[in-house]
């Protein structure tokens, strides 16, 4: 089957400080990639939509200023925390869309955050 | 209310029962319903992709759809200690794009 990864597994940085996670398609093209967030007991969350190329779409109440998407290739998407702070803290996954067989959606195995 | 809802639990069942995780949702627009089964500090892993109304079985796992009352079963017969996850249904309007989550059900198969 199609793999996602996701790097890092795990990180702990300082607040104020920024966070890169990438988000690659291993054996498939991805033309768009989802981010979501999850927190303790929660749903996922959608946070963007990243699409090759383009800019990211954000939903409401995420800011794109912070939460900094690049989609530079169609197998790697990177989502960048700036300025993190505690309650940034959370367990962050992303999806990948298979360019040949759209309606199949893949999950890397998540990045979990913690801000100190 | 959230568009899709779905009983947190937990639910504990002892092996080789069957198992009845649901949800409902709001949106008369989604057409794709998805289980999914995440285990703890792991990303979500598909299990059922189902579209429209119907059933649909994969080994010991049976998706049911019923749209006119927005409601969506998984089933799992024979329920192994394995099994025991948390489960996410998600459902869209339209194929490959971003999806609407339940909070997920935590399941325990005691042996």
């Known amino acids: 089957g199609a793999v996602v990864s996701q790097h890092p597994s795990w990180v702990i940085c300082k607040s104020g400080t920024s966070v890169k996670i990438e988000c690659r398609s291993l054996?498939?093209?991805?033309?768009?990639m989802f981010w979501y967030r999850q927190f303790p007991k929660q749903s996922l969350m959608l946070m963007a939509t990243?699409?090759?190329?383009?800019?990211?779409?954000?939903e409401q109440g995420v800011e794109k200023d912070k939460f900094l998407i690049n989609h530079a290739s169609l197998t790697l998407s990177t989502l960048t925390v700036t300025s993190a702070h505690p309650e940034d803290s959370s367990f962050y996954i992303c999806?990948?869309?298979?360019?040949?067989?759209?309606?199949?959606?893949?999950f890397g195995p998540g990045t979990r955050l913690t801000v100190t | 209310q959230k568009e899709v809802e779905q009983d947190p639990g937990p639910l504990s069942v002892p092996e080789g029962a069957i198992v009845s995780l649901n949800c409902t949702y709001s949106?008369?627009?989604?057409?794709?319903f998805m289980w999914y089964r995440q285990y703890s500090r792991k990303g979500p892993e598909l299990l059922m992709y189902?579209?429209?109304?119907g059933n649909k079985e994969d080994g010991r796992f049976t998706a049911q759809v019923d749209k006119s009352s927005k409601y969506i079963s998984l089933f799992i017969r024979d329920s192994q200690p394995s099994d025991s996850a948390t489960y996410l249904c998600?459902?869209?309007?339209?194929?490959?794009?971003?999806?609407?989550f339940g909070k997920g059900t935590s399941l325990l198969v005691t042996p």
């Open positions: 999806s990948a869309r298979d360019l040949i067989r759209s309606d199949e959606q893949y």
């Open positions: 054996d498939f093209q991805a033309t768009t």
């Open positions: 990243s699409n090759e190329g383009s800019k990211a779409t954000y």
């Open positions: 949106n008369s627009a989604f057409q794709y």
């Open positions: 189902t579209y429209s109304s």
């Open positions: 998600a459902m869209s309007a339209n194929s490959g794009y971003a999806l609407n």
